[in-house]
């Protein structure tokens, strides 16, 4: 079983357009991330949920929306997708806020063109 | 912010020599945390380091939390080909929610 499941694993659309990425983790963890990393692979905090509770928002633009249905997902929204944001997006999961033991997902490149 | 700065950025090395990368931060952080990144994957965790001078072992890996509590390092003894991957260190300061990453060292290990 896989701890933390990203969906979908590629993604390639057109600037413009809005699209979803979606987490599951199976671990009962309490707070889920979001990470994105960039071309030079360095990895940078977007967002944390605690129990569906939104914690941490970095500088990251509105047109990123994190949804949290309950403790166990948290999709990622992106509106009118630029060529800047063309990056791998990590989900990642903590058994509660300030746990260091993060499991990540595999990732999901998304390239915009 | 809290700032990571990682070195080497990359390495390459023969099979059967000895690696060494470290980690320097701008704040004194109470953990560091060491990952590796395969190819497609996400980072997966190796060593944990809660408290200053701690060294831990993971097999041929060896981290240690550094006295100062702005450094660790990463060691990894008779390097095997799957030993290849970017390798992370992450920490956390107590004023800070989340960890911070640095910017990684990426391996290769020539046969």
């Known amino acids: 079983d896989t701890a933390v499941s990203q969906t979908p694993k590629y993604l390639v659309t057109q600037m413009g357009n809005d699209k979803s990425i979606k987490c599951e983790q199976n671990l009962g963890h309490d707070t889920m991330y979001w990470y994105k990393q960039d071309s030079k692979k360095f990895l940078k905090i977007m967002f944390s949920y605690n129990n569906k509770e939104l914690i941490i928002?970095?500088?990251?633009?509105?047109?990123?929306?994190?949804?949290?249905?309950?403790?166990?997902?948290?999709?990622?929204?992106?509106?009118?997708?630029?060529?800047?944001?063309?990056?791998?997006?990590?989900?990642?999961?903590?058994?509660r806020d300030r746990d260091y033991g993060y499991t990540f997902g595999s990732g999901t490149r998304l390239t915009v063109v | 912010g809290q700032q990571l700065n990682q070195s080497p950025q990359s390495m390459f090395?023969?099979?059967?020599?000895?690696?060494?990368?470290?980690?320097?931060?701008?704040?004194?952080?109470?953990?560091?945390?060491?990952?590796?990144?395969?190819?497609?994957?996400?980072?997966?965790?190796?060593?944990?380091?809660?408290?200053?001078?701690?060294?831990?072992?993971?097999?041929?890996?060896?981290?240690?939390?550094?006295?100062?509590?702005?450094?660790?390092?990463?060691?990894?003894?008779?390097?095997?080909?799957?030993?290849?991957?970017?390798?992370?260190?992450?920490g956390r300061s107590n004023s800070a929610r989340q960890l911070t990453f640095g910017s990684g060292t990426q391996l290769t290990v020539l046969p």
């Not at chain 1, 633009?61 to 791998?88: C, M, T, Y």
């Not at chain 2, 997966?44 to 097999?59: M, P």
Request: some cysteine; aromatic content about 10%.
């Open chain 2, 13 to 90: 090395i023969q099979e059967g020599e000895d690696v060494s990368m470290n980690c320097t931060s701008s704040s004194i952080f109470n953990t560091w945390l060491w990952y590796k990144q395969d190819p497609g994957e996400g980072p997966v965790l190796l060593i944990a380091l809660y408290k200053a001078g701690e060294l831990t072992s993971n097999g041929r890996l060896t981290a240690q939390f550094g006295i100062t509590r702005k450094d660790s390092f990463l060691n990894i003894s008779a390097s095997i080909p799957s030993d290849v991957g970017i390798y992370f260190c992450a």
């Open chain 1, 57 to 95: 928002n970095e500088t990251v633009p509105n047109r990123f929306s994190p949804k949290s249905p309950d403790k166990a997902h948290l999709n990622l929204h992106i509106n009118s997708l630029e060529l800047g944001d063309s990056a791998v997006y990590f989900c990642a999961s903590s058994r």
